[in-house]
């Protein structure tokens, strides 16, 4: 339950949750949380005792964006080694960006590489490198009145973090293009007639709700089922129909031969919750 870079971790039974905790900064994110998160959520994947995670935040927001500050000094030092300031004329390396180099994005897009399925509680703001790891889930609920705003456009930044691939995938190219291009706010209510969350529920019930949903996962859906569909989420969005049935066919088959199928047949016929053997991906 201790908080350790500004996240959080709790598991009840079947269920993991992850909490930004930042109230300094209302969650803003650096660089030691956003590699925290990404390694809780390796963790949570790998316990074969979780079937599923919950990120929410902590307090009146859900994650703001990078850390201003944080940006603020990359981009001043930034500067100062393009006009030479401080080097004594000599052009150094240009400094590494806010987020922690050219690989950190892994740990933003935790959610999408994890076979373990990923509910976004979004308990209130969220913007930018939040934006984006609520979008990596797998599913997204809202309290009600949460502002969104991907911001990128309105800091002078560009579409961080793969957002201008899956934001469409999401809501559409036309609207995509509108929330990234104008950055502007949206409410939790607008979210969901957008399709980008699925529902949008009075803030004291959120977590309750998320938490209910995923217990729903752990309970019913197969581990390893959940975990190559997700691949094949990734997988099969980039192939043309024709290969993408030929890839899920050629799965469907092996899936006759694994104890799963037994399993959620046999809990079907005895009208009884399925005991599903767990999975952590490295069987």
């Not at 009146?60 to 964006?65: E, L, R, V």
């Not at 291009?181 to 019930?205: D, N, W």
């Not at 709700?209 to 581990?223: M, V």
């Amino acid at each position: 339950m201790s908080t350790v870079d500004g996240v959080r971790y709790a598991a009840d039974g079947p269920v993991a949750t992850l909490t930004f905790d930042k109230p300094d900064r209302s969650n803003a994110m650096d660089v030691p949380m956003q590699a925290r998160y990404g390694t809780l959520l390796r963790q949570a994947d790998a316990d074969p005792a979780v079937r599923a995670v919950v990120v929410t935040g902590a307090g009146k927001a859900f994650c703001p964006g990078a850390d201003l500050g944080l940006l603020e000094n990359t981009a001043a030092l930034r500067a100062s080694v393009e006009g030479g300031g401080g080097t004594g004329g000599t052009i150094a390396a240009a400094p590494p960006a806010p987020g922690g180099g050219h690989e950190n994005f892994r740990d933003v897009l935790a959610a999408v590489s994890v076979g373990v399925p990923v509910v976004a509680a979004v308990n209130g703001g969220c913007a930018g490198l939040g934006f984006v790891i609520a979008c990596s889930a797998d599913v997204r609920f809202a309290a009600a009145g949460a502002k969104f705003t991907t911001a990128f456009a309105r800091r002078g930044l560009i579409a961080e973090y793969g957002i201008a691939q899956l934001l469409p995938a999401l809501v559409g190219q036309g609207r995509a293009r509108d929330l990234l291009l104008s950055g502007r706010t949206f409410t939790a209510e607008q979210a969901h007639e957008y399709g980008l969350v699925q529902e949008v529920v009075p803030a004291e019930e959120l977590l309750l709700r998320a938490r209910a949903y995923a217990t729903e996962l752990a309970t019913y859906s197969a581990p390893r089922s959940m975990a190559v569909m997700k691949a094949q989420f990734t997988r099969e969005a980039s192939l043309p129909l024709e290969e993408a049935a030929r890839e899920a066919t050629a799965l469907m088959i092996e899936s006759f031969g694994r104890p799963e199928l037994a399993e959620g047949l046999a809990s079907w016929n005895e009208r009884r919750a399925p005991q599903f053997p767990p999975h952590t991906g490295r069987e």
